[in-house]
């Protein structure tokens, strides 16, 4: 119910995801947790990447207090794959682990999803505007690899002060609100609170005229942190039948960060290359080739997320069928395949569209 909703929990998480970044300064500090200007990167100073941590304990001091009890199994398992992630995001961060290190741990807190929170993706029916289209034995697997492609996404976008986080709020703000349109009041005010640490987090993160640059990164731990919350929350949402939401609009929810995972993996597949290999072939690093700032383009693709999910909505209310709205994600993929892979042209479309 309504009533059930608690503003002040969202304030607590906002307000400690604020604090915790400057009280884990002589962590950072002690630990090496910084991220140092090298290669491809374009921060001037080392910077602490503790800014996954403060958001994870942020989230998870507030969410205790709202339960004011024992937590379920179901938010032990949700704590218990967030503290692999954070973990070992966190020893990557410190010591740069192979990939291959990265995705095994991935796995492990998927499958901690899976068989401890019992949150899985088992049906696809209504993706493909069928009445009933259930995975079977292919659902752990394919929860798997939606979970670790998520993960994956949102670590590749965050190249940019303020991007992950910000596309990653916008995400989260429209899941709570799918959730409410759904009935399901508890799952939007836990998302709620997550969203309140992320806030408290940006403010740390973004670039503002009086501070230049970022004072804290999320790293390893804290994308990886968040596309799991993202994966999470999406899976119950869609595959809840007490309050369900159609799983296409899932896809809608995070267009920027899955669009530029797919389209880079394939191109780099093409090209020979490792699709973890690193590079300046993302989306925001054309924008900022044609002239976006850092801030600016964050600013934009949030925009440009926050209007796909409002007119994926809107379409779901006018009863747009399902499978054309999955048409069209594919489609807005395979425009961006085909324009990213002229450099040239894209970085041209972005300096138009940034022409006053």
């Given amino acids: 119910m309504l009533q059930a909703f608690n503003p002040g929990l969202i304030l607590l998480a906002f307000a400690l995801a604020a604090v915790l970044p400057w009280l884990l300064q002589p962590l950072a500090r002690r630990w090496d947790l910084y991220d140092r200007p090298a290669g491809r ?3 001037a100073v080392p910077t602490p990447v503790t800014g996954g ?9 507030a969410a205790g207090l709202w339960t004011g009890q024992a937590p379920p199994p179901s938010l032990l398992a949700f704590a218990a794959a967030a503290a692999v992630l954070v973990v070992v995001g966190l020893w990557d961060d410190r010591r740069d682990l192979r990939w291959y290190w990265r995705i095994l741990a991935q796995v492990v807190a998927a499958l901690i999803m899976i068989y401890g929170g019992q949150v899985r993706v088992e049906q696809l029916g209504p993706l493909f505007g069928l009445p009933s289209l259930t995975l079977g034995f292919l659902s752990v697997p394919f929860t798997v690899f939606a979970t670790v492609g998520l993960i994956n996404a949102m670590n590749m976008i965050d190249g940019a002060d303020g991007l992950a986080g910000l596309l990653g709020l916008a995400a989260l703000v429209m899941l709570a609100a799918a959730a409410v349109y759904a009935g399901n009041f508890g799952l939007a005010q836990r998302v709620a ?15 503002f005229p009086w501070r230049p640059r970022a004072r804290i990164f999320m790293g390893n731990a804290g994308s990886g942190f968040l596309g799991l919350v993202i994966a999470w929350v ?10 369900p939401v159609n ?4 896809l809608w929810l995070v267009p920027v960060p899955v669009m ?6 394939v191109r780099r597949l093409q090209e020979g290359r490792s699709p973890f290999a690193a590079g300046r072939d993302h989306i925001h690093h054309l924008m900022q080739d ?5 801030t600016r383009a964050a600013v934009w693709l949030t925009v440009f997320s926050l209007l796909c999910g409002l007119a994926a909505g809107l379409a779901m209310r006018l009863h747009v069928p399902h499978p054309l709205l999955l048409l069209a994600y594919v489609a807005l993929c395979i425009g961006w395949y085909w324009l990213s892979r002229d450099r040239a042209r894209a970085i041209a479309l972005f300096r138009w569209l940034l022409r006053d």
């Fill in 234 to 243: 999406a899976f119950r949402l869609t595959q809840n039948p007490g309050h």
């Fill in 247 to 250: 799983p296409v609009l899932a």
């Fill in 290 to 294: 044609a002239g976006f700032g850092a």
């Fill in 53 to 61: 941590l403060a958001m994870a304990a942020a989230a998870a001091a």
């Fill in 193 to 207: 609170i997550l969203c309140g640490a992320l806030a408290g987090f940006l403010l740390w993160n973004l670039r």
């Fill in 41 to 43: 990167k374009d921060h």
């Fill in 260 to 265: 530029d995972t797919l389209v880079l993996i």
